[in-house]
């Protein structure tokens, strides 16, 4: 039982660069989130999704777009990195709603 | 947007002594999580509360979701080394589909 899978681990991008962050669970759960964690300010929602096809945004989804075809998958989209986008990644995922959320072991990201 | 106020940022405690943490809002709240954070890895869920006035243990730790549903707290009773890492609350606030996540606490215990 994989539980939520992120790849890649780890990545360092160029300003400009584009790129997707993938986010993958086993556990047939409707609900997944991604959110961003930076030194002494917490976890903080980018964008969630209830369900194939239904996604909305958090608190900070700016420079980021997602997509949800499938119940398994919620890639990120960073469609232009920014130096201030260089952060470590989570992607949780959870059966209903935002309840005992399930998390990836992140993605830390580094734009020069 | 909403926000939620974790305190104390850090704690430096001795082993064997109990600890508290809390976490308030602006804004009424359906559900209060309590998470973990090792380096390295990701949040790791601790408790869950979904009624105002639930109070919830799991071995030493224990929970309550607040009266007012705008605050939580969590006890570590008896703290070991083990315990050191950093917690979070976290929130769904009311008529939203958004958990939120507090600034976290950061323990840590000297043998």
């Known amino acids: 039982n994989a539980g939520v899978t992120q790849t890649p681990k780890f990545q360092v991008l160029k300003t400009g660069q584009s790129m997707t962050l993938q986010c993958a669970q086993d556990?047939?759960?409707?609900?997944m989130s991604w959110y961003r964690q930076d030194p002494g300010m917490g976890l903080r929602l980018i964008h969630y999704?209830?369900?194939?096809?239904?996604?909305d945004q958090g608190e900070v989804p700016n420079g980021y777009n997602v997509s949800r075809s499938t119940t398994e998958d919620f890639p990120l989209r960073l469609l232009s990195a920014a130096p201030s986008q260089t952060s470590v990644y989570f992607c949780?995922?959870?059966?209903?709603?935002?309840?005992?959320?399930?998390f990836g072991q992140g993605t830390r990201l580094t734009v020069v | 947007g909403q926000q939620l106020n974790q305190s104390p940022q850090s704690m430096f405690i001795q082993e064997g002594e109990d600890v508290s943490m809390n976490c308030t809002s602006s804004?009424?709240?359906?559900?209060w999580l309590w998470y973990k954070q090792e380096p390295g890895e990701g949040p790791v869920l601790l408790i869950a509360?979904?009624?105002?006035?639930e109070l919830t243990s799991n071995g030493r730790l224990t929970a309550q979701f607040g009266i007012t549903r705008k605050d939580s707290f969590l006890n570590i009773s008896a703290s070991i080394p083990s315990d050191v890492g950093i917690y979070f609350c976290?929130?769904?606030?009311?008529?939203?589909?958004?958990?939120?996540f507090g600034q976290g606490t950061t323990l840590q215990v000297k043998p």
């Open positions: 949780a995922s959870s059966y209903s709603g935002p309840r005992e959320a399930f």
């Open positions: 556990m047939n759960h409707e609900y």
């Open positions: 999704s209830v369900g194939a096809g239904i996604t």
């Open positions: 804004s009424i709240f359906n559900t």
């Open positions: 509360l979904y009624k105002a006035g």
């Open positions: 976290a929130g769904q606030p009311s008529n939203t589909g958004k958990l939120i």
